[in-house]
Nanobody, 120 residues
Framework: QVQLVESGGGLVQPGGSLRLSCAAS????????VGWYRQAPGKLRESVAT???????NYADSVKGRFTISRDNAKNTVYLQMNSLKPEDTGVYYC??????????????WGQGTQVTVSS
């Protein structure tokens, strides 16, 4: 059993910063690709930032230069540092990870989501 738990969301004023965390727990052998996604009200879920096992990162054009994805493999944790936040960054942010378990099962896992609201 593998779980992803996000934290760090909240209400922030435009121009502010937040750091999201995603901690993976359970029968983990290795964590491969990871990513952060968000879903605004009435919109489809979209990719915000991804990182593969080689450390290659990709960002949505709307967040380039403002958001940074990073990972601490020793802690099985993925982070999303969000700076210069804008009202359009508001949404529920989800963590995603491709994880190989100790029983050699490779699965795609999602966290429960954390709300980010950017408003004055």
């Amino acid at each position: 059993q593998v779980q992803l738990v996000e934290s760090g969301g909240g209400l922030v004023q435009p121009g502010g910063s937040l750091r999201l965390s995603c901690a993976a727990s359970g029968s983990i052998f290795s964590i491969n690709d990871v990513g952060w996604y968000r879903q605004a009200p009435g919109k489809l879920r979209e990719s915000v930032a991804t990182s593969n096992s080689a450390g290659t990162t990709n960002y949505a054009d709307s967040v380039k230069g403002r958001f940074t994805i990073s990972r601490d493999n020793a802690k099985n944790t993925v982070y999303l540092q969000m700076n210069s936040l804008k009202p359009e960054d508001t949404g529920v942010y989800y963590c995603n990870a491709v994880i190989m378990t100790l029983t050699a099962f490779r699965g795609n896992y999602w966290g429960q989501g954390t709300q980010v609201t950017v408003s004055s």
